[in-house]
T-cell receptor
Framework: ELKVEQNPLFLSMQEGKNYTIYCNYS?????LYWYRQDPGKSLESLFV?????AVKQEGRLMASLDTKARLSTLHITAAVHDLSATYFC????????FGAGTRLTVKP | SQTIHQWPATLVQPVGSPLSLECTVE??????LYWYRQAAGRGLQLLFY??????ISSEVPQNLSASRPQDRQFILSSKKLLLSDSGFYLC???????????FGPGTRLTVT
């Protein structure tokens, strides 16, 4: 059974700092997705990673995929308060499996 | 452009009452459709998915059911709600399996 693990589950960081969220998965896949969820809201697609070595960047967020290590990272650069949200990774084999989410809080 | 709608946005229902949540997609044909549930502070659990009219696959056995009466309509139902059915229900669509899923605004269900 496919397992998707994120860490940390909770992350509190100061504005201006850098940090990385990790997403490990148990079965070979070359399709990985990152979503953002604001409190009480739906999920918003951030990145789609479809091959080994894929790297995508949007603003202060950068996502990468290493299919051999079964690992994806979401790197936050110079965090700002607006990035506070819960971030989910998801891996698609026969259906989409989501990680438990990383609740990020950026403090001034 | 494609849009996905869900209603109602919020719902409070007593234990034992029936449930019907609706999801519709516009701007695309023959989408894959999905129902997820998110318990408070938790991740997403896939409940049902559908690849076409009348075709429903269940991921988790429970007192919920799903139907797809039209190409772009997906309905989640229950005959008798349980307290444990409370949660945030999200509908999503994709063009095919293995492709990005797009989520609706969600329905927050509270069973009292």
């Amino acid at each position: 059974e496919l397992k998707v693990e994120q860490n940390p589950l909770f992350l509190s960081m100061q504005e201006g700092k850098n940090y990385t969220i990790y997403c490990n998965y148990s079965t070979t896949s070359d399709r990985l997705y990152w979503y953002r969820q604001d409190p009480g809201k739906s999920l918003e697609s951030l990145f789609v990673l479809l091959s080994n070595g894929a790297v995508k960047q949007e603003g202060r967020l950068m996502a990468s995929l290493d299919t051999k290590a079964r690992l994806s990272t979401l790197h936050i650069t110079a965090a700002v308060h607006d990035l506070s949200a819960t971030y989910f990774c998801a891996v698609d084999i026969n259906d989409m499996r989501f990680g438990a989410g990383t609740r990020l809080t950026v403090k001034p | 452009s494609q849009t996905i709608h869900q209603w109602p946005a919020t719902l409070v229902q007593p234990v034992g009452s029936p449930l019907s949540l609706e999801c519709t997609v516009e701007g695309t044909s023959n989408p894959n459709l999905y129902w997820y549930r998110q318990a408070a502070g938790r991740g997403l659990q896939l409940l049902f998915y559908s690849v076409g009219i009348g075709q429903i696959s269940s991921e988790v056995p429970q007192n919920l059911s799903a139907s797809r009466p039209q190409d772009r309509q997906f309905i989640l139902s229950s005959k008798k709600l349980l307290l444990s059915d409370s949660g945030f229900y999200l509908c999503a669509w994709s063009t095919s399996f293995g492709y990005e899923q797009y989520f609706g605004p969600g329905t927050r269900l509270t069973v009292t």
